[in-house]
């Protein structure tokens, strides 16, 4: 054994294969493949056999209802891959729809007050995040208390009124579409943000750091992955885009009130997880969740049309959640069932 | 002795070997152990003493070899049935559970019943204090075992193993974590249980101990059998050599290489209960080693010089640039790596791929405008899975489905890659076979001829004798001798780890 060198020189570049699957194995053999056509299929389906759901309009409404979830959606991927959750998504939404608000009733110029709204935003993923990585508090029970905190300072500052006046040539903006389509103009700053996040998550060192940090705080640690700004990040980066979400939410009804937005924390949720995110941290994807979220509002929107009563839909699409999670973690527990009797046999 | 030997030993292992796939743990156990007799088992890190332990009580299953209980052969397929058979292990540190009450521990799963199944909480009272008052110790059976020490902890372990009657108890270096006066009550309390005619197995790195405590012993070295004597028998000296005894001087040659300026220097290095004014430097091309018992406080010292834990006082420089506390980040831009102690939860992340671990602590280093490259990443793993002769069938297989030496290759060239100026390795060669063992220790050799600044623990002493420069023995958070290549040997590392207060500054 001494007489054999224990290590080659240093340069070679084709000793291993680099993917032990091909492209297109990769590509396609893939829970967020699954869900698109999965949406393809449920898309076609109630194009063609239910009533009205081709019409541009259905498709403007669809695009409009998805869009403050999408918001959200996004930086929710990179919380719940960090290993942590957001909870209070929703009432950062109220509490910067009223914050908008109040100050558009006040006075204050609409521009400035959108800006505050999403600082508030901010400050509020900050309270999360100091909360989650500096007193150490795990994430479940600090965004369930803040969830309550954050609505209650919506209402607080709003009472049970409302506000209604806003500028029209931000109400309309909000809702208008590109040119002559049914596609929203909200669609493209969305599109521009999810692929902003999606390079920060799976091109750059941050990103990987926030995988590193889900799948293992002290192998991160040992690795010099600064953890807690890692996670202060992502928490600063929810609340700010739950705020965003509010405020063209509030835009887009022209109706600020403490109560916007409430429950829809678990739908976010429920769409990053659908897309193929690990709930336990360390997986997921971008993609995955953009596809979640829309998979579910093109189906509400279609049994919506097909008189599907209400609660029937929620029936449906908690069912389509549960099962597409066993469908997760089945696929990883085949796979290594069947690598492990190939080893054997 | 109080009582007269019993002919046949109540717990006698012959010849068991234990392995785990590649590694082999236990080559030849032997051990027998008489009633009424307290019997020690001592032997280095790693000579297999634990897993024997393991054996015994039913967490491990034998690989071969015999095992019988009073004559009778047995074979505990887990750890229920050890107990039920009368065997009974305390850890050196127990696993209460820490919001049920003392009594609620001492009967967890086999409370006394009333009709209904109802617990019979009076009953079980009144024996368990009937239990500490027969062991001593003034315990208040009614409350919750949270915040008691761990000596009153072992205490409870040791009730609950004589409610169930045990007639083997095995004692695991239950003194390690325990104060002066603590350490005599469980020796009181150890006397009287061989009074009553049980077998008792005590396992310690304290000869002090060994030899006030026990009546027998043996000596175990690289999995196997060495020895057994009466106490009287044999002296601390000759113990010793027996447990390190075999020539080591070739079989981990480190080449002499350049000794040039000081790469890390560490100054008056102070964390409260861990370890106490630390100095030391590393040079370049040196490789220094930091030896002494588990538990003597030398991962911690690494861990605080890496960043990863803070420190009360004193300074870590590397290459005369002050290093900030508490961060592992700054620690690695100024040119440290730390291959860790645990390299499954802190070398490396274990869902992640070769080469997203390869690269994880140079992936700053690589990005080009805020973006990693997937290209350059490729080829810095490629080529350190190639230069580091890693087995695996591609750069993106989860390091999880590696074998340990090959995952331990991941995590140097993790490291490797980062081209560090001093690296710290702990326990290089834990849980790895002899082949890859021997490709670790040239490698060092080769990185220390390239001017790198080594600073190893290990609890192995042929490694450290073989590899090192220089050894820093510590002895319970402080430093207690600096030897030199030339004086190194296993007796003098030894005495320095086991032996109190003398400095050889």
Redesign the interface.
């Known amino acids: 054994m001494l007489d054999t060198p224990v290590t080659n020189e240093p340069g070679v570049t084709r000793a291993y294969t680099v993917h032990a699957r091909g492209l297109w194995h990769r590509l396609l053999v893939r829970h967020e493949a699954v869900v698109l056509v999965v949406l393809v299929v449920v898309w076609m389906y109630a194009n063609a056999g239910i009533a009205g759901f081709g019409r541009p309009i259905t498709l403007t409404f669809l695009l409009l209802d998805v869009a403050p979830i999408l918001l959200m959606v996004l930086p929710m991927t990179l919380v719940i891959i960090s290993g942590e959750i957001d909870l209070s998504v929703a009432s950062v939404f109220g509490l910067a729809s009223v914050v908008l608000g109040v100050m558009v009733k006040a006075g204050v110029p609409i521009a400035l007050a959108v800006l505050t709204a999403g600082l508030v935003g901010v400050v509020a993923g900050l309270v999360n995040g100091f909360l989650v990585t500096v007193l150490g508090l795990p994430s479940l029970a600090v965004t369930i208390g803040t969830l309550a905190l954050f609505r209650g300072l919506a209402v607080g500052l709003l009472g049970t009124k409302a506000v209604t006046e806003f500028p029209p040539g931000w109400t309309s903006s909000a809702q208008s579409t590109i040119g002559d389509s049914a596609v929203p103009v909200i669609v493209v700053p969305i599109a521009v943000l999810a692929i902003a996040i999606g390079v920060l998550l799976h091109l750059t060192p941050f990103g990987r750091g926030v995988y590193a940090v889900g799948l293992s705080d002290e192998a991160a640690i040992f690795s010099g992955v600064l953890v807690k700004r890692t996670k202060l990040v992502v928490f600063a980066l929810s609340g700010l885009c739950a705020a965003l979400a509010g405020v063209f939410y509030t835009l887009r009804f022209g109706n600020a009130i403490g109560s916007n937005g409430v429950g829809l924390e678990l739908g976010v949720i429920a769409a990053v997880v659908l897309g193929g995110t690990s709930i336990f941290g360390g997986r997921g994807s971008v993609a995955g969740s953009v596809l979640g979220a829309l998979l579910i509002a093109v189906l509400a929107s279609a049994l919506r049309l097909a008189k599907v009563p209400a609660n029937a839909i929620d029936i449906i699409t908690g069912a389509i959640l549960v099962l597409s999670i066993a469908v997760t973690m089945a696929i990883p527990f085949f796979a290594q069932r069947f690598t492990r009797e190939r080893r054997a046999g | 002795m109080a009582e007269a030997v019993a002919p046949i030993p109540v717990l006698s292992v012959r010849n068991v070997a234990k392995s785990f796939g590649a590694a082999i743990a236990l080559r030849k156990g032997c051990l027998d152990s008489y009633g009424g007799s307290i019997h020690a088992l001592v032997g280095e890190n790693g000579a297999g003493k634990s897993t024997l332990v393991k054996v015994i009580a039913g967490v491990h299953h034998r690989d071969g070899g015999e095992f019988l209980l009073s004559g009778r052969p047995v074979d505990f397929r887990n750890t229920a049935e050890a107990k039920a058979a009368g065997v009974a292990v305390i850890y050196q540190e127990p696993t209460l559970f820490p919001d049920l009450s003392v009594t609620e521990n001492i009967f967890m799963g086999r409370q006394p019943v009333l009709g209904l199944g109802r617990i019979d909480r009076r009953r079980m009272r009144s024996e368990a204090a009937d239990l500490l008052e027969r062991l001593g110790v003034r315990l208040n059976p009614d409350r919750v075992a949270r915040g008691l020490s761990i000596a009153d902890q072992q205490v409870i372990e040791i009730a609950k193993a004589i409610s169930l009657d045990a007639k083997v108890l095995v004692m695991d270096e239950p003194t390690a974590a325990l104060s002066g006066v603590e350490v005599d009550r469980l020796f009181t309390i150890t006397r009287a249980l061989r009074d009553e005619g049980r077998a008792i197995i005590f396992i310690s790195h304290r000869f002090e101990e060994i030899y006030s405590l026990c009546d027998t012993l043996t000596v175990m070295r690289d999995g196997e059998y060495v020895s057994a004597h009466a106490i009287g028998d044999v002296t601390v000296d000759e113990v010793v050599r027996r447990m390190v005894g075999r020539s080591v001087t070739d079989l981990f040659p480190k080449e002499a290489a350049p000794v040039g300026d000081v790469r890390l220097r560490v100054e008056g290095l102070t964390s409260s209960g861990k370890f106490h004014d630390i100095n030391f430097v590393v040079r370049s091309g040196e490789i220094v080693c930091l030896a002494g018992l588990v538990g003597s406080g030398r991962t911690e010292i690494v861990r605080a010089v ?1 960043g ?1 834990d803070g420190y009360d006082r004193g300074t870590v420089t590397v290459d005369g640039h002050t290093l900030p506390m508490k961060n ?2 700054a ?2 831009a100024a040119g440290i790596a ?1 291959v ?1 102690e645990d390299r499954r ?8 791929s070769v ?2 671990n390869m ?3 140079v ?2 280093r ?2 080009v405008l ?3 490259p997937a290209l350059k990443e ?2 810095l793993a ?2 350190w ?5 890693v087995k ?6 989860p390091v999880a489905t590696l074998s340990g030496g090959n995952q331990q290759k991941v995590v140097l060239g ?1 490291w490797l890659a980062t081209e560090p100026r001093v690296l710290i390795i702990d326990e290089p060669t834990r849980g790895i076979d002899v ?1 890859t063992k ?2 670790v220790h ?2 060092m050799s ?1 990185l220390a001829g390239h001017g790198v600044a080594i600073l190893m623990i290990s609890s192995e002493l042929p490694e450290v004798i073989g590899m090192a420069d220089r050894v820093l023995v510590m002895k319970e958070g402080h430093m207690t001798a600096e030897l030199s290549r030339a004086d190194a040997n296993p007796e003098t590392v030894m005495y320095a780890a086991t032996h109190s207060v003398e400095k050889s500054a």
């Open positions: 890496f990863v592992p980040a620690a690695i730390l860790p939860k802190q070398g490396l992340v274990m869902d992640f080469r997203s690269s994880l602590a992936r700053d690589l990005s805020g973006i990693l490729t080829r490629m080529s899975a190639h230069r580091l002769q695996t069938s591609s750069l993106d297989s993790k082949g021997s490709e040239r490698l080769e």
